[in-house]
């Protein structure tokens, strides 16, 4: 018999390495990325229009030790963070709830379908811009631009969710005698968990993206504001700088919500190769 402690032990290292290979590969990527940049900024194109990472190096660690023409860096960060948090959660509540109600009445749906279709065609940006003008600069604009973004980057994935339910099982619990309210807390939101938490991750992005959008057409502090101020000034090295603060926040971001989504989903046997998945 094959001895089953050294197997696991085998099965271990082999993941060990070909995680600290696949690691040492993105470093190399990075390394050769920023590499070429800063030579050719240095000796073939006008690092002016194009900046270079010694430059974006520099402006962050201005940011972060002196401060920035609006305040301290984590103030603007912080004030992103909350316009970006609040609205996902208005915004991923409403998707969840429309999205499961209307996916489990197709007359609603049918009805509707349209006037959701002809809001969801509506550029983001012209609706940043009416928000500051019904709400101002504040913080209930923003929100409102997240809210949007947000929730049909949810709705329609909870509303495939719902539609996607085993009909057989749907079929066994009302002969069973259950209720509307029984079938939709024990079967449908159990099974539309997986559409509605993969619709999460891509609707913080969102939700950061809609702050930012906010803050770009007219704030007062934030990460938005501060990309604006640096287009303004013709500062390359200040855009990437903020582009880069951003990124690092949705990637934090991204690992809370992989977290959770692995906590609430404990129940759900793995689904084949995903132990081996790498993204």
Do not use: C
């Not at 999205?99 to 550029?123: C, M, Q, T």
């Not at 909870?158 to 259950?178: H, M, P, Q, S």
């Not at 619709?199 to 604006?228: D, N, P, Q, R």
């Amino acid at each position: 018999m094959p001895d089953t402690a050294a197997l696991q032990r085998q099965a271990s290292a082999a993941r060990r390495r070909r995680r600290a290979g696949m690691w040492a590969l993105r470093l190399l990527l990075v390394v050769v990325w920023l590499g070429s940049w800063e030579a050719a900024a240095t000796w073939w194109i006008d690092p002016f229009f194009y900046s270079k990472p010694s430059a974006i190096a520099v402006r962050l660690a201005e940011w972060f030790d002196i401060g920035t023409q609006f305040g301290s860096v984590w103030e603007q960060i912080a004030v992103t963070l909350e316009e970006a948090v609040l609205g996902f959660a208005l915004g991923a509540v409403a998707g969840v709830v429309l999205g499961v109600l209307l996916g489990r009445s197709r007359y609603l749906a049918d009805v509707l379908a349209p006037f959701i279709k002809a809001a969801n065609a509506v550029p983001r940006i012209v609706l940043a811009s009416l928000f500051i003008i019904w709400f101002g600069f504040g913080l209930t604009s923003k929100v409102a631009t997240v809210v949007v973004l947000v929730f049909f980057a949810v709705f329609f994935n909870a509303f495939t969710g719902a539609r996607e339910v085993d009909r057989n099982l749907l079929n066994n619990a009302r002969i069973l005698g259950a209720s509307r309210a029984q079938v939709l807390g024990t079967i449908v939101l159990p099974s539309a968990t997986s559409w509605i938490l993969s619709s999460l991750h891509t609707a913080f992005g969102f939700a950061l993206i809609g702050a930012v959008v906010g803050e770009y057409a007219g704030a007062s502090k934030g990460l938005g504001l501060l990309i604006s101020n640096a287009q303004g000034t013709f500062d390359s090295a200040g855009i990437y700088a903020g582009m880069i603060i951003i990124t690092v926040v949705a990637l934090v971001a991204e690992w809370v919500l992989t977290l959770a989504e692995k906590r609430l989903l404990r129940w759900r046997p793995p689904a084949a190769g995903e132990s081996s998945a790498g993204v």
